[in-house]
């Protein structure tokens, strides 16, 4: 039986493979949309809506991609932990430290 970590592991481990998978399916229809390539008219405005469409679509594709890897990254970290192999670690603030609880004895 699974525990909850190993859990949450598997679905953002599925998570971020679907939303790669998703990412690289639009990818490449936009890059068959440019193709075959047709030169836009002659005018300065039709030539930058042209770029700039297409900076914003490598602009979203580009965020779609790197927060689907970094859900499956996060996904294999948990499924490590949940198998004993490995350890999630946390960015810790210079100067914080790490806190540790000790219980005393009760006398």
């Given amino acids: 039986m ?3 970590s190993g859990m949450i592991g598997i679905l953002t481990t599925v998570v971020g493979i679907a939303l790669l998978g998703f990412t690289f399916y639009m990818a490449l229809n936009v890059f068959q949309s440019y ?3 047709r030169p836009p008219g002659a ?4 030539t ?3 770029l700039l469409g297409a900076a914003i679509q490598a602009m979203f594709l580009g965020v779609m991609g790197w927060v689907g890897s970094i859900l499956l990254v996060r996904g294999v970290d948990f499924l490590k932990v949940e198998k004993g192999v490995g350890v999630v670690t946390f960015k810790v603030e210079k100067g914080v430290g790490v806190v540790t609880n000790v219980e005393q004895e009760k006398k």
Avoid: A, E
Avoid at 43 to 46: F, G, Y
């Fill in 35 to 37: 193709f075959p390539f």
């Fill in 48 to 50: 930058l809506n042209l």
């Fill in 2 to 4: 699974l525990k909850l």
């Fill in 43 to 46: 005018d300065l405005t039709s």
